[in-house]
């Protein structure tokens, strides 16, 4: 084999001359990390709201939920970000338009993925929750409610509880998705994990050390989530179901 493998590209100066390869690819790594867990603290609030509703007894509410799960999750995720980068900007008043436009490049990049990563994955979100109280028999909700608690209270103090301890599994495949999908987010320019793995190609010549180097990164984020991820189920355990003894 001709090539010529040179790992200490990476300690070499970047072309920008204000830093080393590496230190590319560490910020490409803290990109991912922080627009990942933001979209991934929102995708969970949302998609469990959106959860909640789709079982519910108000037919309008459980049928806006439906529409918003199946909106959300039957777009293609590279086109919903197309839309919130490209488009959505023609769409607002043109005061808030021209706003945004003219905000820094990179803030412009990272709200619109981020906005499209948590929508994208809520709707996901939302169907592990709805499974996951529809999983629960309905004698615990005619429980507390003959209680006398109310249908939210019903809700927060006896379904859910229970509900979220049952779809923490499910969860943590959905966790570790939003790390991958972030990958999608260079088509728009944002310079994450991925895209600076490209750009390193692009002024090295060296594709197999940067990929080789992408690839064990995204290997310990996926890692270090399914090890904490399991740490927690294994806390949170319910005897009786699934994973309890």
């Not at 990476?10 to 690819?25: K, R």
């Not at 627009?35 to 108000?58: D, K, Q």
């Not at 619109?112 to 996901?124: E, G, Y």
């Amino acid at each position: 084999m001709s090539y010529q493998w040179n790992w200490g590209v990476f300690l070499q100066p970047s072309a920008s001359g204000d830093d080393t390869y590496l230190g590319w690819m560490l910020a490409g790594f803290k990109m991912t990390i922080g627009l990942s867990l933001t979209a991934w603290v929102l995708a969970l609030l949302l998609g469990a709201l959106i959860g909640v509703l789709r079982t519910v007894p108000n037919r309008a509410l459980a049928g806006f939920a439906t529409g918003y799960v199946e909106l959300f999750r039957n777009i293609p995720l590279l086109v919903q970000l197309f839309i919130w980068y490209f488009v959505l900007p023609e769409l607002l008043p043109e005061s808030l338009g021209n706003l945004y436009k003219q905000s820094n490049p990179l803030l412009q990049q990272f709200l619109a993925s981020m906005i499209c990563l948590a929508l994208f994955t809520s709707a996901r979100v939302a169907e592990q929750v709805r499974a996951g109280i529809n999983s629960l028999p309905k004698g615990q909700k005619n429980a507390g409610l003959a209680l006398g608690f109310t249908l939210p209270q019903t809700y927060r103090f006896v379904l859910l509880p229970m509900a979220f301890r049952l779809v923490v599994p499910p969860l943590t495949s959905e966790f570790l998705n939003i790390f991958k999908n972030s990958a999608v987010c260079s088509t728009i320019g944002l310079l994450e994990l991925a895209a600076q793995g490209r750009q390193l190609v692009d002024y090295t010549a060296q594709p197999y050390e940067s990929f080789i180097a992408v690839t064990l990164a995204y290997l310990l984020i996926n890692v270090t989530v399914m090890f904490l991820m399991h740490r927690f189920e294994r806390r949170i355990v319910v005897p009786g179901y699934i994973g309890g003894k």
